[in-house]
């Protein structure tokens, strides 16, 4: 039996010798003769198509929000012009609040598979201003979610890797840093991501590489964030960093229930750190409640703390999906990331929340996703790639302003362009401070 096995074994060995050997053959005969020969991989996948696709849920019936009011008609030139700027400085901003979502990775053509595949078209496809975004960085075509998070942050482009500054080295106060620091904003962020991942650390951290994840723990935590909620690794948060965001007014939990029972117990003044534990599930990256939920939270939270809002959320998982070509992943978490964008238009379209402008962006496309095939009521799809592609980013707007993210752009446009309809002056700026809680 033994010496059976063993004689399987070498033959096994023998065959896998000779496929690895004949490949080689192929590869080298074929370099000779000139023929091109690559070896490649694509991971195909199948999914059941929607029988009778139901059409996305309605627009709340308010959605002529998303024309301009007021001055805002200012700013229908599509070209970033001073004039519009400066008129608009005058008189009251055209944006009183803003959501910002990003869905990670969420190219174009992984929002049109995901709604493809729907039974109910994406709450996204009913957003009525649209425009498209050209994600390339410093580094080159395709750019990573540092080089991506710093230009929608800063409106400055950066190289792969770098959080908050430009090559050069010089940190840039991002959008969210200037909206912080006027009295009037309260600022936040919602993650499933771990909160010092590249994303979330674009809008509060500046450093060279999105890996040194201790001093952009400390400078989120030095900032004038109200709400930060993410996922928090043990290893970077620790009981000092944890004691340090208590000194600076951050109620410190690991679940929403323990910040809605720190305000029962009329502890509302404090800022919020949640750092929330992984979801269960292998490769996921994953962490806390379901994004409406916290993202819910966020909001009340932000109300109740400034006139004007700013708050982004972030769905990682779309990108996580991407990263493992895994579609069951893709499909649940881009529409987790569609819930939470379907509920903030509910809210924003009732007129006593104010002004709220909600963007849906991305900051690049992960794994090339396409529908190439249907037969017999089935899908198949194909993914690219295990990383990030080239593939322009959708960009959906909602609510006042909204009419002035049209086009083709550069990702830094986003929030140069945001900057002003919020009266943000004096971004984007040259070189900002750094802090770090100690
Ligand atoms: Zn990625």
């Known amino acids: 039996m033994r010496n059976a096995l063993r004689r399987a074994g070498r033959v096994f060995m023998a065959l896998c010798t000779l496929v690895v050997v004949l490949a080689g053959m192929v590869y080298v005969v074929g370099q000779v003769m000139g023929i091109p020969v690559r070896i490649t991989y694509q991971t195909v996948a199948s999914a059941e198509l929607p029988e009778d696709q139901q059409p996305a849920p309605a627009l709340p019936t308010d959605s002529a929000a998303a024309l301009p009011t007021g001055s805002s008609a200012d700013f229908g030139s599509v070209a970033d012009s001073n004039a519009a700027a400066t008129h608009a400085e005058t008189a009251a901003p055209a944006v009183q609040n803003v959501v910002l979502f990003i869905g990670d990775g969420m190219g174009l053509s992984m929002l049109a598979t995901v709604d493809a595949l729907a039974g109910r078209r994406l709450a996204m496809s009913r957003m009525p201003v649209t425009g498209l975004v050209r994600t390339n960085s410093r ?5 990573d979610s540092g080089a991506g998070g ?8 950066t190289t792969n890797a770098t959080i908050g500054m430009t090559p050069d080295g010089q940190a840039r106060r991002t959008i969210l840093e200037a909206a912080a620091r006027r009295d009037s904003f309260a600022t936040g962020i919602v993650t499933t991501s771990y909160l010092t991942d590249a994303t979330p650390a674009a809008f509060l951290a500046h450093v060279r590489d999105r890996d040194l994840y201790d001093p952009i723990a400390r400078q989120m935590i030095a900032s004038r964030a109200d709400v930060l909620l993410g996922g928090g690794q043990p290893t970077v948060f620790t009981d000092s960093l944890r004691r340090a965001a208590r000194r600076r007014r951050f109620a410190v939990g690991d679940s929403l229930e323990g910040f809605r029972g720190a305000g029962a117990r009329g502890d509302s003044a404090a800022r919020w750190l949640g750092l929330f534990p992984e979801r269960a599930g292998r490769f996921d990256k994953m962490h806390g409640p379901p994004l409406p939920e916290v993202t819910a939270a966020a909001l009340q939270k932000l109300r109740q703390r400034g006139e004007r809002f700013f708050l982004l959320v972030e769905q990682e998982g779309t990108d996580a999906a991407g990263h493992i070509n895994r579609l069951p992943n893709t499909r649940r978490d881009l529409r987790e990331l569609d819930r939470a964008v379907a509920q903030v238009l509910r809210f924003a379209a009732r007129p006593a929340t ?10 690049h496309d992960t794994g090339g996703l396409a529908l190439t ?6 899908a198949t799809v194909r993914w690219n790639t295990f990383s990030h592609t080239a593939t322009w980013t959708p960009l959906l707007a909602y609510g006042p302003g909204a009419q002035r993210f049209t086009g083709v752009m550069p990702n830094t446009a986003l929030p140069r362009r945001l900057a002003r309809l919020l009266g943000l002056e004096g971004f984007p700026q040259g070189e900002t401070q750094i802090r770090e809680a100690r």
Do not use: C, M, Q
């Open 139 to 143: 580094s080159g075509p395709i750019s």
């Open 150 to 157: 710093t230009a929608f942050a800063t409106g400055f482009k």
């Open 354 to 363: 104010g002004r709220t402008l909600v963007l849906v962006a991305a900051d």
């Open 373 to 378: 095939d249907t037969e017999g009521g089935r």
